[in-house]
């Protein structure tokens, strides 16, 4: 358990070092947008909101986010 502690507090420290904002996935983007997460998958495959896929995962990076949201304002 331990190096599991360490190794966690590794992966943070590198992210930190990176200045890279943690990528979300679809249910965290569907709840700071306040909607469904299908709702998130449909904007995704309309082409509205951008998506950084690895491997079969797909993220979404908080800068994408937020320009979906600031396109969105009328």
Do not use: W, Y
């Amino acid at each position: 358990m331990i190096a599991r502690i360490s190794e966690s507090r590794r992966c943070e420290d590198v992210r930190a070092e990176s200045g890279l904002a943690p990528l979300l996935d679809k249910r965290a983007a569907a709840k700071i947008l306040g909607v469904h997460r299908r709702t998130v998958e449909n904007l995704i495959a309309r082409g509205l909101l951008r998506v950084t896929r690895i491997g079969s995962l797909v993220r979404i990076e908080q800068q994408d986010l937020a320009a979906f949201i600031a396109a969105s304002k009328v």
